[in-house]
């Protein structure tokens, strides 16, 4: 089975940090595509970053140079370091994995507010 689980998430104020993390398990992690989708309630998911087996990265516009993606294939894991964090940011953030998103994880929530 694969499994993805992601924590970091919490309740932070506005210009705060946050570090996502998302551990994989039953998949050769190195040779998937990775990346990061928050949802709005109310709204459909939506892709943040993502990153390639050969490292390319694409993030999405209302990222603004604030988040960066990695992966540490050693460890079987992805991370999203978020800076500048606004109210804006507020979702559930999901961790999926493989060219067509075929595996998720449960999501870690975010609360950025004053």
């Known amino acids: 089975q694969v499994q993805l689980v992601e924590s970091g998430g919490g309740l932070v104020q506005p210009g705060e940090s946050l570090r996502l993390s998302c551990a994989a398990a039953?998949?050769?992690?190195?040779?998937?595509?990775a990346g990061w989708y928050r949802q709005i309630p109310g709204q459909e998911r939506e892709l943040v970053a993502s990153?390639?087996?050969?490292?390319?990265?694409d993030y999405a516009d209302f990222v603004k140079g604030r988040f960066t993606i990695s992966r540490d294939n050693a460890k079987n894991r992805l991370y999203l370091e978020m800076n500048n964090l606004s109210p804006e940011d507020t979702a559930v953030y999901y961790c999926?994995?493989?060219?067509?998103?075929?595996?998720w994880g449960q999501g870690t929530q975010v609360t950025v507010s004053s």
């Open positions: 039953g998949i050769i992690f190195r040779m998937n595509t």
């Open positions: 990153i390639t087996r050969g490292g390319n990265i």
């Open positions: 999926a994995v493989d060219q067509k998103w075929r595996y």
